[in-house]
């Protein structure tokens, strides 16, 4: 395995190797992390080897443009994309690149139901036992070929609450961050989080909504002030923009939680239904995939923007965005008649 995680150190050095972008604001903070703004997403492909060799290529072409924020999970296309992962970062420096995983829904292949009792299966697809997330987070610690996973997700645990009570959910949700604080203490993983898909764009009173300010206090309960929980990831794009309209972002802000937004192309819807007053707005940028993308690592309180990148065209595409500082927050706001 490569030993280490992304360090403050190791991640200025990457950014201060691209001074344009560096000057153009394109790499963040996270957590004492300097991060690109725009990151590799694993998610969508045929689970086959050419999309394998694709997504390695892409990731490669992403380290050397200028990308060094990576993201994927253990289900996504059967392990595979984790998996077309590991030979990008074996060539690239541990402490520059950082790289989040996510676990929760049953993966064929990498399961042991033994680690599960029964009723730990929410509606036969999802588990947050705090064994079943131990034994995800080292078949993921595997595929990847790293020692230390930097951020580590439960996956949509908001599927739970279609199945269980809250008081039932709080309490396996405290359970898992209890042993994903353990994990963190033993050096197995460095950061943790929620991604989500519907849990914190759900307005209140909906069943499956997740309160920011409460999950943060389980993390508080489990780690203490010095807990691990210090990222979410939701869909948020110029179809989406919950996450702004219901405060969400704002709250994060608060809380000292970074935002990482998944779906920022809404796998590729956008790239044909931008219109063209909206990408009038857009000043510099070529297509609408850099548009979207644009929008949505413009937004204040995002710190990275996720796009699907199967391939290096769609790579050296995306980072036209690098070199175009992102919109003024008048200039964002006025997306919403502000």
Known sequence: MIPGHATAEGTRRFAARFPQYEAAGFYRD???????????GTYLGAADEATDQAYTEAARAALQGGINFFDTAINY????????????????PRDEVVVSTKAGFLTPGALDR?????G???GGVHA????FLEDQVERSRANLGLEIIDIFYLHNPETQLGFVSREEFEQRLLAAFERLEQLATEGRIWHYGTATWGGYRQRRGARDRLELARVVELARQAGGRNHRFRFIQLPFNLAMP?????GVLQEADRLGIHVVASASLLQARLIQAIPEEAASRFPGLET????????????????VALAGMSSAAHVVENLGVAAAPPLDREEYLAFYGS
């Not at 996270?30 to 590799?40: I, P």
């Not at 984790?82 to 074996?90: D, G, K, N």
């Not at 033994?114 to 029964?118: I, K, R, S, V, Y």
């Open 30 to 40: 996270a957590a004492g992390l300097t991060v690109s703004s725009l990151g590799l």
């Open 242 to 246: 919950e996450a702004h309209t219901l």
């Open 77 to 92: 296309r059967h392990q595979r994309s984790e998996r077309a992962l590991r030979p990008a970062l074996e060539q690239a």
């Open 128 to 131: 947050m036992a705090p064994d």
């Open 120 to 122: 730990d299966v929410a």
């Open 114 to 118: 033994g680690l599960l009792q029964p």
């Open 288 to 303: 609408n995939a850099q548009r979207a993308i644009q929008f949505t690592r413009s937004a204040p309180g995002i710190t």
